[in-house]
């Protein structure tokens, strides 16, 4: 049982035999606990995949097996850098939505890392064996600077298809918000719900949208995807 007071912007909670818990379910509570505060000091999450580039941020949403992980670990190796791979924070900031970074470890399954030369490659003591998926903590394989804070431009949604080539299409805005709420907006305060969902539509408005069409050609993901961040960046020098 957890209980967020928001007046007192404290959270109590108390597990029954939490030992006998797996670790990652012991810490969905604290996570919990933790974004529950957070939103009432306008910082929000959901679950998305977050990085940079040149400045640009580009998130990918997704339930598991959509190809998130994948697309990010994509993105990653060819120059990208890490925010988030499952929970990144976003916040308004002078009408323009920030995504900061929250360096979780990222967990991959065994058909994920057969992608990945680097991955495959690595000892036990680099991609530790989990329940259900292994997991790395990126520093460990893909070193260089962590990005501390960019301004979104794209999101992506990512569909495995059974096709040789990635494609995107582009999506309407109405479309994106729809598709986006069921990965962020929890509703247990009114009044905070409400800012969260004013946020999400700046961040919506302000990004260029698509759905990823995602197929076999993983590694060629950086030619397909990074020319979007391009666009954004032209299109707001024009307004």
């Not at 260089?144 to 309407?172: M, Q, R, T, W, Y």
């Not at 302000?206 to 397909?224: K, S, V």
Request: proline share 5%; glycine share 6%; charged share 20%.
């Amino acid at each position: 049982m957890v209980v967020v007071d928001g007046v007192s912007l404290s959270v109590h909670g108390y597990l029954v035999r939490p030992e006998s818990m797996a670790p990652d379910t012991r810490v969905s509570f604290v996570h919990f606990g933790m974004t529950e505060l957070l939103k009432r000091r306008g910082l929000y999450t959901f679950h998305a995949t977050a990085l940079e580039k040149n400045g640009r941020g580009i998130l990918i949403p997704g339930c598991s097996g959509r190809g998130k992980t994948t697309a990010c670990l994509s993105l990653l190796r060819s120059g990208y850098r890490y925010l988030s791979d499952d929970h990144p924070f976003f916040l308004l900031e002078n009408e323009r939505v920030e995504l900061l970074p929250y360096l979780l470890k990222i967990n991959v399954t065994d058909n994920t890392v057969s992608f990945f030369p680097e991955l495959r490659d690595t000892s036990a003591s680099v991609l530790y064996a989990g329940v259900p998926k292994r997991y790395f903590y990126a520093e460990d394989i893909y070193p260089g600077p962590l990005k501390a804070s960019c301004e979104a431009a794209v999101i992506l949604f990512p569909k495995v298809i059974n096709s040789s080539h990635s494609c995107v299409e582009s999506l309407s805005k109405r479309k994106a918000l729809e598709l986006i709420l069921p990965h962020s907006l929890l509703v247990y305060d009114a009044k905070v719900a409400r800012r969260e969902v004013q946020t999400l539509v700046q961040l919506v408005e302000q990004t260029a949208c698509h759905r990823l069409h995602f197929g076999r050609d993983i590694m060629e993901l950086p030619w397909l995807v990074t020319p979007l961040l391009g666009e954004t960046s032209a299109a707001r020098a024009l307004r």
